[in-house]
């Protein structure tokens, strides 16, 4: 894609794609302290110190950019799927970065 071509559409998918994970990892552990009997605190603290737990739970919340992306390409605005998509790779060197370094 030629960034020439780059309109309001794209922005607001990237930026749905990048601040949906991140308002997901707190419903992620919510989810998760419930299933396994632990404390929100007790995972948040699994996150901060424990890169590989953190990768994880990225990942999972990483998912949510799904719920967008079949939204708008029910709604036939491919541009912003698009900005979904592109928003989730932003994510690809963070977790490459932790995971192998």
């Known amino acids: ?19 949906s994970p991140l308002l997901f990892v707190p419903i992620v552990l ?12 007790q995972l948040w603290y699994k996150i901060e110190y424990n890169d590989p737990y953190r990768i994880k739970v990225l990942t999972i ?3 949510s950019n799904l719920i967008w992306f079949y939204f708008f390409l029910n709604r036939e605005n491919y541009k912003a799927a698009y900005g979904v998509i592109f928003g989730l790779i932003v994510y690809a060197p963070y977790i490459i970065y932790i995971k192998f370094f």
């Open 1 to 19: 894609m030629n960034l020439r071509n780059w309109s309001i559409e794209h922005t607001k998918g990237l930026v749905i794609g990048v601040l």
């Open 30 to 41: 919510v989810v998760i302290g419930w299933m396994q009997d632990y404390s929100f605190s």
């Open 61 to 63: 919340a990483a998912i």
